[in-house]
């Protein structure tokens, strides 16, 4: 993100027609014309205005890097931890990803979506209104962040000022953090999804955390191909919500993707089974284990190729029951959007990652 000073009044025809739509505002709420046009012009004249490069210019790379740099700056303004910053900015990312109809993205560098009646007010008549003070009149959250006199939905450090407005009045630490977390969301899973991504990235301490692998080692002896959406009859008629990963007993099951262990234990029909949240909001489970590696315990964070747990056949019935069914791991993928999560076939990402990584390996050898 770089910074250039330039003469709004000059250099945006725009600032005319902000005027024109809060003289229209200024007649039902009774403020004075001349007020109006003299604070609009006041503040268009000569203030910072900040500019990206457009996404196309940038590679991934420098995009995960200016949005770091995006982050830290508010972060040491804020006094909020740049990985909080991070995780609230990734959620919300991700459910733009699952609500593409009703949510878009701030810009390519910022994710974080509010919505227009919480932005101007819900009884705001200027729906688009981008002036603070009659912004503030119908009780709307946004702020104006870069001095301009705007308070704009698309500006990311109006957007950040905003944001970290709301959690700056709870003080610092975790605690505090998850509880303004719960305030902007009122949902539990929201709380959890934000914190769980915080701890993803301090731990790591970088943004890039999409490395995915095959959940089995490409060099033993598997097959699969896809059952998504076959019939099941054990426990009633359902359908099969994910793809089976037929190997020995024994065979290393590893995790997909960085992530967190969100679930571990006894599934009546899943068995023993495991479940890893990764950063992109996608809840990775692995089902009908013989085991579990030894030290991997709910809350842990796990890296992508990292075992946690080996090929069974456990599953249908009560904990310890076995042998019902050939040994195989059961792989599905479920995507949070928000309130619930829903299945999605796994076979064309595994048949993407399990390509790549024996790619990867033949360019070692």
Not at 163 to 189: C, E, L, M
Not at 274 to 301: P, Q, T
């Amino acid at each position: 993100m770089r910074w250039q000073p330039q003469c709004l009044a000059l250099s945006r025809l725009a600032t005319w027609r902000n005027i024109s739509r809060r003289l229209e505002v200024a007649k039902k709420i009774h403020i004075p014309v001349a007020v109006v046009i003299s604070l609009s012009l006041l503040l268009g004249i000569c203030t910072p205005v900040a500019y990206a490069q457009s996404p196309s210019e940038n590679s991934q790379k420098d995009i995960f890097k200016q949005r770091r740099e995006l982050l830290d700056t508010w972060s040491t303004l804020s006094g909020i931890p740049w990985f909080h910053l991070a995780a609230i900015d990734q959620y919300e990312r991700t459910l733009n990803k699952a609500l593409p109809k009703k949510r878009t993205a701030t810009s390519e560098l910022l994710g974080i979506y509010i919505p227009k009646d919480s932005w101007s007010g819900p009884l705001n008549p200027d729906q688009e209104d981008s002036f603070p003070a009659s912004i503030g009149l119908f009780h709307g959250i946004g702020q104006d962040g870069n001095g301009d006199g705007q308070a704009q939905r698309d500006n990311e450090q109006d957007v950040l000022h905003t944001v970290t407005r709301h959690y700056i009045k709870y003080g610092p630490g975790s605690q505090n953090f998850a509880r303004g977390v719960w305030d902007y969301y009122h949902n539990s899973r929201a709380v959890q999804r934000v914190m769980q991504f915080s701890k993803l990235y301090e731990h790591f301490g970088r943004l890039d955390l999409f490395e995915h692998t095959f959940p089995l080692p490409t060099t033993s002896d598997y097959s699969y191909q896809s059952t998504w959406g076959m019939k099941r009859g054990w426990g009633g008629r359902r359908i099969h919500e994910g793809t089976d990963i037929f190997a020995s007993y024994g065979v290393p099951v590893r995790s997909t993707s960085y992530g967190v262990v969100e679930i571990k234990g006894w599934n009546r029909y899943g068995g023993w089974r495991i479940g890893i949240r990764d950063i992109d909001n996608i809840y990775h489970y692995y089902a009908h284990l013989s085991g579990f590696e030894k030290d991997i315990k709910v809350g842990d964070i796990v890296t992508p190729g990292q075992t946690v747990g080996w090929v069974g056949s456990s599953g249908y019935g009560k904990p310890g029951t076995q042998g019902k069914f050939p040994p195989h791991l059961h792989y599905g993928i479920y995507r949070d959007r928000g309130l619930i999560e829903w299945a999605f076939d796994p076979y064309p990402l595994l048949r993407y990652w399990e390509q790549s990584e024996s790619k990867r390996l033949r360019q070692k050898k």
